[in-house]
Nanobody, 120 residues
């Protein structure tokens, strides 16, 4: 019913930048919250950032001041601008969305993930 497609991952040197995108499509009436999580090898998935439809944001302490989340409600797309990247930011980054469907049922859904590798 709803698909989230991430893009923008890749290999970057420490101190570099990347911009992730996540586009939602399907039977969407509205999306209340969109966010990013990440999972490093051997670790649990962790929260990175979230943004409401009104533009309110929250960040994990580990990324505050370096990452910026934004969204385009008209395009059902969320972005994550990542600056001053560190090796410990290496992970698979997942998009998440709380969706209100046209049927008026709610759905929390995940993207397939995009790999971010920070290494020299």
């Amino acid at each position: 019913q709803v698909q989230l497609v991430e893009s923008g991952g890749g290999l970057v040197q420490p101190g570099g930048s990347l911009r992730l995108s996540c586009a939602a499509s399907g039977s969407i009436f509205s999306i209340s919250v969109m966010g990013w999580f990440r999972q490093a090898p051997g670790k649990q998935r962790e929260f990175v950032a979230r943004i409401t439809s009104g533009g309110s944001t929250n960040y994990a302490d580990s990324v505050k001041g370096r990452f910026t989340i934004s969204r385009d409600n008209a395009k059902n797309t969320v972005y994550l601008q990542m600056n001053s990247l560190k090796p410990e930011d290496t992970a698979v980054y997942y998009c998440n969305a709380d969706v209100l469907l046209h049927s008026r049922s709610r759905l929390n859904t995940w993207g397939q993930g995009t790999q971010v590798t920070v290494s020299s």
